[in-house]
């Protein structure tokens, strides 16, 4: 392409200050380096780690900064060494990479790459730790190796998947972080047998996908459980069979559960981060073969606490890092189950942006006024638009 090797100058949507709008800026990205690539982004989604790290309330704030991580796109150019891709592949970025070359890469087992693991606190390249982004010579730095808030980025080439051409970027954009993430929780990782009983425990993005992906995998009764009821219509369309609201019940909710189940669950995923709603997760699996999967990430203070009988009454306690699926081998693979009409990828949800809860309130676009843009989509104004349509921030 004609900008190959040149530095080239797009919008971004720019963090100055820790919870401060982002601000429309003209920005300069350099020619990707060794084992880099640049990405021309056509969709971006708003994910709430994208806000947490914009309040950096309790992290190490690195700014300024150009933060987003859930986005589509077509490579731009690659650097030396780069065979993967080539310009005009279709690519989702990734938060986490995969080298291919490490023991975690080699590994059946594990997605935690040593090299592109995700990191939130670096907001420089690898190769030489410097930015590709700059306003007048001044660098603005990078976010988990993706900043697809920026109508170009650039990204070691293990953070991008190359994917269907013919899958509309528009809606599998959204498949690079947290849908993958409850789809392969429940696929991956609990396994669930078919006519099993799962327990679903938040009902937001991530825990819709989780329902999702233990219906695929054969799951005959899925209970949603979530204080908010207002998600719960929606999360039937995901495949909840029927609901919990803790609330409503004066016990603890795993024995609410282990009483509508004759014991206990087959499998339980937590999505919410809530340490208390992790021990339930646990403790409302049967024992014998119950497994628990937690997902959510909990207080940097919290702690789990559970009797040691549960675990000797072979109850199982397991964790997952982005649905276990590799970012570069296995992505792909999701997306084929959008175009070939899977619910997964199909609901009224990912197509439409319609839905409750966190759902709802990530798919208030990213917009433009006087004052800039929030991440919360308050403000008036219009779209940041991307030169061949709008640059959609908004699940």
């Not at 190959?4 to 300069?28: R, Y």
């Not at 592949?89 to 997605?111: I, M, Q, R, W, Y």
């Not at 917009?367 to 921030?393: A, M, S, T, Y």
Request: aromatic share 6%; net charge neutral; proline share 6%.
């Amino acid at each position: 392409m004609a900008t190959a090797g040149k530095v080239i100058k797009c919008k971004a949507a720019v963090a100055w200050e820790a919870g401060k709008p982002l601000s429309i800026e003209e920005v300069e990205v350099a020619p990707p380096q060794a084992m880099e690539v640049r990405v021309k982004i056509l969709f971006t989604s708003l994910c709430h780690t994208d806000v947490y790290f914009w309040e950096a309330k309790g992290q190490t704030p690195v700014f300024p900064r150009i933060f987003g991580h859930e986005a589509g796109g077509i490579i731009e150019s690659v650097g030396e060494g780069v065979t993967d891709v080539a310009p005009g592949d279709h690519v989702l970025p990734v938060f986490t990479g995969e080298c291919k070359e490490c023991a975690h890469c080699k590994s059946a087992e594990s997605n935690m790459c040593d090299l592109l693991r995700i990191n939130t606190d670096r907001g420089v390249m690898i190769a030489d730790g410097k930015s590709r982004f700059s306003i007048n010579g001044k660098p603005i730095y990078h976010f988990v190796g993706t900043s697809t808030f920026s109508e170009y980025t650039v990204m070691h080439v293990g953070c991008v998947a190359k994917i269907n051409p013919q899958a509309p970027l528009d809606k599998v954009c959204v498949l690079s972080c947290g849908i993958s993430t409850g789809l392969g929780a429940s696929i991956n990782v609990a396994k669930p047998p078919k006519g099993s009983t799962v327990a679903v425990f938040g009902l937001g993005a991530v825990g819709l996908a989780a329902a999702e992906g233990a219906r695929i995998a054969g799951a005959s009764r899925i209970i949603g459980v979530d204080l908010n009821p207002s998600r719960f219509e929606e999360a039937r369309k995901f495949g909840c069979t029927e609901f919990v609201n803790p609330k409503d019940h004066n016990k603890p909710v795993q024995e609410v559960l282990a009483e509508m189940t004759n014991g206990g669950v087959d499998r339980s995923v937590e999505c919410t981060g809530n340490i208390n709603a992790m021990i339930q997760a646990f403790e409302c699996v049967h024992d014998g073969w119950g497994v628990a999967v937690l997902v959510g990430v909990p207080h940097k203070d919290a702690e789990f606490k559970t009797h040691p009988m549960n675990f000797l009454n072979e109850r199982t306690l397991k964790g997952t890092f982005f649905g276990n699926y590799k970012p570069r081998t296995d992505l792909p693979n999701v997306v084929e189950l959008y175009m070939k009409k899977n619910r997964s990828c199909n609901s009224a949800w990912l197509c439409t942006g319609a839905g409750g809860g966190e759902v709802h309130h990530a798919q208030r676009p990213v917009r433009r006024d006087q004052q800039g843009v929030r991440p919360d989509g308050q403000g008036g104004g219009h779209p940041l638009h991307h030169p061949h349509g709008e640059l959609d921030f908004a699940v």
